[in-house]
């Protein structure tokens, strides 16, 4: 049964508004940058500020958008798409700065099956924007004019795995071009966008379970999810992570690990989150409960209501709360 999350009105006055209010009325544009390699998951990880906040308070647009040489000019030149010169760092720049500004700006359009630039389309600001691709934070310009950086960083083989997935089923590349295209890439996302995760304030690393599957044959995908948070110089609200011992001997089927660290990140204070398998669900419903709380809605309808999350779910949710707590404090007087 999915989560039912208090309202405004049962949790009283917080600050005056709920934090959904606050930043409709700020008359600001937070912009989220997700940054990895092609294929890597950056939706999957940004999608629960777009489910959370809902679509009229969220956009979002590729970089690929952004690429100033189309397929054919790049193989004569003999660059990938994850070069700088592949890539109009200024235009984005200049178009990211007028959406903060709350002005429509004429977005560059990049057709994927044809590999060609295909002019321009409108696009106007929201209240939050997520701009996801290979440099999103590659210049010191594009630093400062994004409010909260994420990196996501699977593994070599999980991200061929999605990558295929991705480019042969969606996309209907041939599998052998996906593979080649992958090896050659390579070298250059070490040197370009490898490098920008020292800026994120959240890194999530993503790598195959230790953990078998529950059964044999067409069993869900199990992975292992590191979440490297910069710790926040800033108060956070509480939020409960409760294991039930009683309950879980009772309920739970699955198996799970929970590590936590703190460490040094090249050069920042860390904290260090691990989270391998299936948590069942009673262990999470504080934190969707205080998302809820925090932005005075209630959960969207159809969501969270699995017994059991992976890893990755959980990872959303952290991200999701993460970046609340920075708007809140951006937010506030």
Known sequence: MALSCLDKTQIGDVDSMNLLERIRKSNRVFIVAVAGDSGSGKTTFSSAIRRMLGVTMVSTFSL????CLDRAARKEQGITPLHPDANQFELLAEHLS???RGETVDKPVYDHQSGE???TEPFSASPVIIIEGLHPFYTPQLRELTDFKVFVDPSRGVKRRWKLRRDVGERGYDPEEVMKEILQREPDYKLYVDVQKIYAEMVIKIQESRFPPPWHGAAPERYSVR????MLDVPMDEVELTIDLSKLMRLSEQEFSIEFQRDDYYGKRVGVMTID???????IEELEMKLCQILGT???AGELSDPYVNATKMAQLMLMWRFLEKVNYLTRD
Do not use: F
């Open 64 to 67: 690929d958008d952004y690429h």
């Open 98 to 100: 007028a959406l903060r």
């Open 117 to 119: 630039i295909r002019g």
């Open 227 to 230: 979440l490297i948070q910069q």
């Open 277 to 283: 398998g299936e948590l069942h669900r009673a262990m």
């Open 298 to 300: 209630s959960a969207p």
